[in-house]
């Protein structure tokens, strides 16, 4: 059963009623389920995969601790992940070990495959750019 939020607020002796929250209990339940996430990175003509693990936060937002890896090795980056799993999905990062480097940020629209296709950008450093895969969130 769905219970409305309703948000109160007393403003200077006034009494003032919010709107009921939208959005259905199936779609809240799903979001908070999601533990991993994973795709392709194509960049400076390599193809590797990534993942992140997932934490929600609520809203489609996800604390993320992603693992990619170039020429073999793993790199370590920690940012976020948000995605309403319909149509579209966006993160960022910031290196946190084992070689990694610089800050991203990537965004993306999901395909009928339930695969998005992003672009993805270094925010500092070099400013490389390339593409990226990322599944439906797990």
């Known amino acids: 059963m769905k219970i409305p939020l309703i948000t109160i607020v007393v403003l200077g002796g006034m009494l003032v009623l919010g709107g009921v929250c939208s959005g259905s209990d199936k779609d809240s339940a799903k979001l908070s389920k999601i533990t991993s996430i994973k795709g ?7 193809q590797n995969p990534w993942s992140a693990k997932l934490t929600p936060k609520g809203d489609g937002t996800y604390d993320a601790t992603y693992v990619s890896t170039w020429n ?64 439906m969130p797990q």
């Not at 392709?40 to 390599?46: A, D, I, N, P, V």
């Not at 940012?79 to 800050?103: F, H, M, P, Q, Y």
């Open 40 to 46: 392709m990175c194509t960049f400076s003509g390599k």
């Open 72 to 135: 073999g090795k793993a790199l370590d980056y920690v940012g976020t992940v948000k995605t309403d799993l319909k149509s579209e999905i966006s993160g960022s990062g910031k290196a946190s070990g084992r070689g990694a480097n610089g800050t991203f940020e990537f965004s993306g629209k999901y395909g009928n495959d339930g695969i998005a296709q992003c672009s993805y950008n270094e925010v500092n450093g070099r400013g490389r750019k390339g593409t990226m895969t990322a599944e």
